[in-house]
């Protein structure tokens, strides 16, 4: 089985800072991870995904996340916010050898003028 | 190509009446997932399907929803004795192996019940 959390249910940056949005999983067998992204009223989008290739994983809209196995982690990152990153954002993570996917809770990201 | 899509867009049913609601994922997707998102809510996982079989059913949140997917295409979620609280948003996705499990997501449906 395969969970993951998202650490902060909301966070805050100004316009032109750093964002970080944390996850942790937990699975049994060698994870595959993906972020994705909702807009207000809007489909999900994905971001970036990890499978077992590079632990640095570059995404859309300069996101970026790496995968950290010792502390099973695989928060995202980007140098400077914009106002049209605020969104939801969701963690997920799956077993290789199958297609069970688990969703994190989502992470609100809010960005200030 | 096609992606995911789920009809109807838009239902809106009375309090205790069934509703069912169809998704087709991509041709050739073997995995088929069902999520509900409330109103500023995440979301909350259903059921997922490889092929024809489901693996996990521990999302269903009562014995008034079930799922059904047949020859490992369409699917239909079928709510019994709709309640207030059923209404959301229902989202399907699909992916594929050769896609390392990304999922393609459909626009959802969006349930009322009055």
């Known amino acids: 089985a395969q969970s993951v959390t998202q650490l902060d249910s909301h966070v805050s940056v100004s316009e032109g800072t750093p964002v970080l949005l944390r996850c942790n999983y937990s699975s049994s067998y060698s994870p595959s991870l993906f972020w994705y992204v909702q807009h207000p009223n809007k489909g999900l989008q994905l971001l970036l995904k990890?499978?077992?290739?590079?632990?640095l994983v570059k995404g859309i809209n300069g996101f970026e996340a790496e995968f950290k196995k010792s502390e099973t982690s695989f928060h995202l990152t980007k140098p400077s916010a914009h106002m049209s990153d605020a969104a939801e954002y969701f963690c997920?993570?799956?077993?290789?050898?199958?297609?069970?996917?688990?969703f994190g809770a989502g992470t609100r990201l809010t960005v200030k003028p | 190509g096609a992606g995911v899509s789920q009809s109807p867009s838009n239902k809106v049913t009375e309090k205790g009446k069934d509703v069912e609601l169809r998704c087709d994922p991509i041709?050739?997707?073997?995995?088929l997932y069902w999520y509900r998102q409330s109103l500023g809510q995440g979301l909350e996982f259903l059921i997922y399907f490889q092929g024809n079989s489901a693996p996990d059913k521990s999302g269903l949140p009562s014995d008034r929803f079930s799922a059904e997917r047949t020859g490992g295409s369409v699917s239909t979620l079928t709510i019994q004795r709709t309640q207030q609280e059923d209404s959301a948003v229902y989202l399907c996705?699909?992916?594929?192996?050769?896609?390392?499990?990304?999922?393609?997501f459909g626009p959802g449906t969006r349930l009322t019940v009055t």
């Open positions: 996705a699909s992916s594929s192996q050769r896609r390392d499990y990304e999922q393609y």
């Open positions: 041709s050739g997707h073997t995995a």
């Open positions: 990890y499978t077992s290739a590079a632990t």
């Open positions: 997920v993570v799956s077993a290789s050898h199958n297609n069970d996917m688990r």
